[in-house]
């Protein structure tokens, strides 16, 4: 089983800041990760699927790169609604696995 | 529009089963595959199954050591998850989502509890 790391577990910024969230596979994925964000009593929301394509209206502002094992999601401004859980997940490799989250929550 | 309208879930006692589902409409159900997905409370996500367009591939998560069953009836456009010998911590919101995972359905919560 592929397991998924994400850092920070938390990170507190200010609406207008840049997240910068990680998640790392401990075997190569290639490039079959993908990026969701959840809201509270919400089911989760696809932003970024292969690494690094923008799912169907997400914004610009969200962007994904990496490859391999070593991955990025990026929120290059932060607004109010991006506040939320974010999850990566690894389709490469049966089972499929999601990553423990990243909480970004307001400073 | 897409729609994963779930229903089945509820409270059962330890031991006993469920069956979960899923119907599908706004896309051409029997060409796509379909997965669930679980996430207990305060909990992060996992993976439960996956279903082939075709219903004749199917995956599971080791953890469930046998105990779900995956199926669709695409003359319904419905996917289903049975649920057996279910324990306590089996206790989740389940969620069914399309095989492209840009959809998925509102989540229908499992509690298992005497």
């Known amino acids: 089983e592929i397991v998924l790391t994400q850092s920070p577990a938390t990170l507190s910024l200010s609406p207008g800041e840049r997240a910068t969230l990680s998640c790392r596979a401990s075997?190569?994925?290639?490039?079959?990760l993908a990026w969701y964000q959840q809201k509270p009593g919400q089911a989760p929301r696809l932003l970024i699927y292969?690494?690094?394509t923008r799912a169907t209206g997400i914004p610009a502002r969200f962007s994904g790169s990496g490859s391999g094992t070593d991955f990025t999601l990026t929120i290059s401004s932060l607004e109010t609604e991006d506040f939320a859980l974010y999850y990566c997940?690894?389709?490469?490799?049966?089972?499929?696995?999601f990553g423990p989250g990243t909480k970004v929550d307001i400073k | 529009e897409v729609q994963l309208l779930q229903s089945g879930g509820g409270l059962v006692q330890p031991g006993g089963s469920l069956r979960l589902s899923c119907a599908a409409s706004?896309?051409?159900?029997?060409?796509?595959?379909m997965n669930w997905v679980r996430q207990a409370p305060g909990k992060g996500l996992e993976w439960v199954s996956h279903?082939?367009?075709?219903?004749?591939?199917?995956h599971y998560a080791d953890s469930l050591k046998g105990r779900f069953t995956i199926s669709r009836d695409n003359s319904k456009n419905t996917l289903y998850l049975q649920l057996n010998s279910l324990r306590a911590d089996d206790t989740a919101v389940y969620y069914c989502?399309?095989?492209?995972?840009?959809?998925w359905g509102q989540g229908t919560l499992v509690t298992v509890s005497s």
């Open positions: 279903i082939s367009s075709s219903d004749d591939n199917t």
């Open positions: 075997q190569s994925v290639s490039h079959y």
């Open positions: 989502a399309k095989s492209d995972w840009q959809y």
């Open positions: 706004g896309f051409a159900f029997s060409n796509y595959a």
């Open positions: 997940q690894q389709r490469s490799n049966w089972p499929i696995t």
């Open positions: 292969d690494a690094s």
